[in-house]
């Protein structure tokens, strides 16, 4: 055995991936390891006299060891990236996309896979069915029917693509982290709350500077813009903000994205046209509830008809209170937030950073357990994370009712260097028997809120509890599945455009009474937040609530738009790099913003989602989902907050499903009936 092969037989036997003890270089070389034995097992594979369901199962394992090899390189890429990290990561990004390309497209194993089917050896069994019918649907879309020549330029198509996305995230990450606002006069920084100051000062210290530093991680920002008295102050992090790898980004414009929108658009309806389809949109949809991309813009204008009305009255009010605040007369982007929070403050006596004390980590993370106690029957303790790589990351065990272990979250929930900004749930580990003993699933859980002050606990805002709510429904589907076969196991085979159902149904207890005072705790006397508290608290639910909504819509109009209408769109000068980016997103803003945008205003140049993740010609799934979630957090309204038949019902008809069913067949068995979009628009106050 090689040392390569070891070290890859050591992180695999595992019962958690080691981050510890493993360089970037040893994953590299176990990434390598990984994809030649990927490579063996599929000429073995192929090679199979008589096929039969083992087949299957050994293209299951085949791709699980690769995943398995590639998620601890992958991750790390995100939350601590480094240049040896990066440097392995883009050494191994190419090879591994070229054989994913493979196995989506290899004309032997595609025939293989048909006689399978043909032969109805997995009619029996409805997992290992619904594996192979997606492995030759995503066959298809992958061209793996086109003849040699056609086949090469989708996969040449498929690795260019893979490395500009790659490059697209760099470069916002990049740019991010090479920006800084130097404070010395404490009168810019008044209104900020102590949290951000201690976090700022922090960061002047470590570089030796004299006052603060302010930075362009998210909590810092929206601190900023939120709460931040000194308008220029706002305006400086705003303008950073949304010019963010552009050319008119003021400290490093080295890292414009604008380019490599106009190639990765170009090379996406290169490639839904070489498999048979007008669009990329109509591609995308493909894999997703949805239909067809009219069906989807259907959707959105008839929500926006709703709610967009609803927004330029809020917005009148804004600009209204605006004025008879401070004489304000020309409300712009970077006022927005600050009179909204003001605006709430003074409306519903509701001072959002002052319930930070209420919230802090420890606490929250006990009424969460409480929470997927009481719901869904799972116990959540806590346990050392030796192997992390980080000291901040928290791991998760999760037991069943029963006392069976179901699986680990790995919890990262702080911004800082080398931290891909946001929040996501990422697959560590996926649930199977394959090798004749049980692996259990992991989850990576990433956060960025704000660093506690050292010997302190995290203080979180409500919206930073909703965040970690949100991401930790995408890590109970992933961790409850009852299914055994990868590929359609946990968030696996689940169309994208219902994957977000469980992480927004579960943001619904984070305004409900009985579950806010189980989550919080003051710091200092360890009340609970009071009756009073918590209406007001539910009250701001709905509070500006058109415009958030309306922001969503015009986020998934501008995406559906911008891959449907390619390459003629609207009236864009095709020679100006970005102009059709900038005519598509105006016209989307048109249709559906109510907030004046600024001309320097370059939001698409970071909108990662849809140009480096799995969000293209996909991002209306947010409202989507949210159409099941309402409906679906309906009937706890109905039955009990934690009604545990209704709590069983969804884990058991949907959460432990998969994608062994479709989503709609899944939804309709624990709803009784198809989703109505009535719940949505009454939460949201519409």
Same mark, same amino acid.
């Given at each position: 055995?090689? @040392?390569?092969?070891?070290? #890859?037989?050591?992180?695999s036997?595992?019962? #958690? ?7 970037a ?18 000429t ?11 087949? #299957?199962l050994?293209?299951?394992q085949?791709?699980?060891? $690769? ?6 390189l ?18 191994? $990004?190419?090879?591994?996309?070229? =054989?994913?390309? &493979?196995l989506g497209?290899n004309?032997?194993?595609f025939? #293989?896979? !048909? ?5 109805? %050896?997995?009619?029996?069994d ?9 492995? $030759?649907r ?9 003849d040699?020549?056609?086949?090469a330029e989708?996969?040449?198509?498929k ?47 470590? !570089?030796?500077? !004299?006052?603060?530093k /302010?930075s362009?991680?998210?909590p810092?920002? $929206?601190a900023?813009?939120?709460h931040?008295?000194?308008?220029? @102050? ?23 994205n ?13 490639l ?12 995308? =949809?493909?894999?997703?509830m ?10 959105l ?6 709610a967009?009305?609803?927004? &330029? ?8 209170f ?18 909204? !929070? ?12 002052a ?12 009424g969460?357990?409480?929470?997927? *106690? ?52 990422d ?15 992991v ?15 995290? *203080? @979180?805002? +409500?919206?930073?509890? %909703? ?9 109970i ?5 009852? %299914? ?24 619904n207890?984070?305004w409900a ?9 003051h ?11 918590i ?13 958030a ?7 998934a109009l501008?995406d559906?738009?911008? +891959?449907? +209408?390619?390459?003629?769109g ?12 900038k005519?598509? @997103?105006?016209?989307?803003?048109a249709?559906?913003a ?12 970071a ?5 480096a ?8 799934s ?40 479709p ?16 719940a /949505? ?6």
């Amino acid at each position: 055995m090689t @040392l390569r092969t070891a070290t #890859l037989r050591a992180m695999s036997a595992l019962p #958690l991936p080691n981050f510890a003890d493993i360089s970037a270089p040893d994953l590299q070389a176990a990434m390598e390891t990984a994809l030649d034995e990927a490579q063996n097992a599929l000429t073995r594979l192929l090679a199979t006299p008589a096929p039969d369901a083992s087949a #299957l199962l050994n293209l299951e394992q085949l791709v699980v060891d $690769l995943e398995q090899a590639w998620s601890p390189l992958r991750h790390l890429h995100s939350v601590a990236d480094s240049p040896a990290v990066r440097g392995a990561y883009e050494a191994c $990004l190419p090879k591994i996309t070229a =054989l994913y390309t &493979e196995l989506g497209q290899n004309p032997e194993l595609f025939t #293989l896979l !048909e006689q399978l089917q043909a032969s109805a %050896i997995t009619a029996a069994d409805p997992a290992l069915n619904a594996a192979l019918e997606q492995r $030759l649907r995503d066959m298809r879309l992958t061209g793996a029917a086109l003849d040699a020549n056609a086949r090469a330029e989708v996969a040449a198509l498929k690795t260019r693509l893979a490395k500009l996305q790659s490059q697209f995230s760099t470069n916002v990450l990049d740019a991010s982290q090479r920006w800084h606002a130097h404070i010395t006069d404490p009168q810019q920084l008044h209104g900020l709350p102590q949290s951000t100051l201690a976090t700022a000062a922090a960061a002047a210290t470590a !570089e030796s500077l !004299e006052g603060w530093k /302010l930075s362009l991680d998210a909590p810092v920002y $929206l601190a900023v813009v939120q709460h931040a008295h000194s308008r220029s @102050l706002r305006e400086r992090l705003y303008t950073a903000w949304v010019t963010r790898a552009s050319a008119l980004f003021e400290t490093a414009p080295g890292f414009d994205n604008t380019a490599l929108m106009d190639e990765i658009l170009e090379l996406r309806h290169s490639l839904a046209q070489k498999l048979g389809f007008q669009t990329f949109a109509h591609y995308s =949809l493909a894999t997703k509830m949805a239909s067809t991309p009219e069906q989807v813009i259907e959707f959105l204008q008839d929500l926006a008809a709703r709610a967009k009305p609803v927004a &330029e009255r809020e917005l009148a009010t804004l600009r209204e209170f605006a004025l008879e605040r401070d004489g304000l007369t020309d409300i712009e982007a970077w006022d927005i937030a600050f009179y909204a !929070e003001r605006l709430r403050e003074s409306t519903l006596g509701l001072d959002q950073q002052a319930l930070r004390p209420f919230f802090p980590m420890a606490q929250v993370l006990k009424g969460l357990f409480d929470v997927l *106690q009481r719901l869904l029957g799972i116990t959540v303790t806590e346990q050392p994370a030796a192997s992390a790589w980080h000291p901040d990351v928290r791991q998760l065990a999760l037991h069943d009712a029963h006392g069976k272990a179901r699986g680990f979250i790995l919890l990262d929930p702080y911004a800082r260097a080398g931290k891909r900004g946001g929040a996501w749930m990422d697959k560590c580990r996926a649930r199977h028997q394959l090798a004749g003993k049980p692996q259990l699933p992991v989850a990576y859980l990433t956060c960025n809120f704000a660093p506690p002050a050292k010997g302190t606990d995290a *203080q @979180l805002t +409500h919206d930073e509890v %909703i965040t970690l709510f949100h991401e930790t429904g995408h890590g109970i589907h992933h961790l409850l599945t009852d %299914i055994d076969i990868p590929s359609v196991g946990g968030i696996n085979g689940v169309a994208w455009d219902a994957v977000e159902l469980p992480s927004q149904l579960l943001e619904n207890w984070c305004w409900a009474p009985a579950a806010v005072r189980e989550l919080t705790a003051h710091v200092d006397t360890g009340a609970t937040l009071d009756d009073a508290t918590i209406g007001q608290l539910r009250d701001s639910r709905t509070f500006l609530a058109g415009m958030a909504f309306v922001r969503q819509l015009e986020f998934a109009l501008f995406d559906m738009q911008l +891959h449907l +209408h390619y390459p003629c769109g609207f009236s864009a000068d095709a020679t100006s790099p970005g102009a059709y980016v900038k005519a598509t @997103l105006a016209d989307a803003r048109a249709a559906v913003a109510v907030v004046p945008t600024p001309s320097f205003n370059r939001f698409a140049n970071a909108f990662t989602h849809v140009f480096a993740g799995g969000y293209a010609a996909g991002y209306y799934s947010y409202k989507w989902a949210e159409v099941l979630a309402s409906d679906a957090f309906a009937v706890f309204e109905e039955a009990g907050l934690f009604d545990a038949k209704a709590g069983t019902s969804f884990r058991d008809n949907f959460l432990a499903r998969g994608g062994t069913e479709p989503a709609d067949i899944l939804y309709a068995r624990f709803r009784g009936r198809a989703p109505d979009s009535a719940a /949505l628009l009454r939460h949201n106050g519409l």
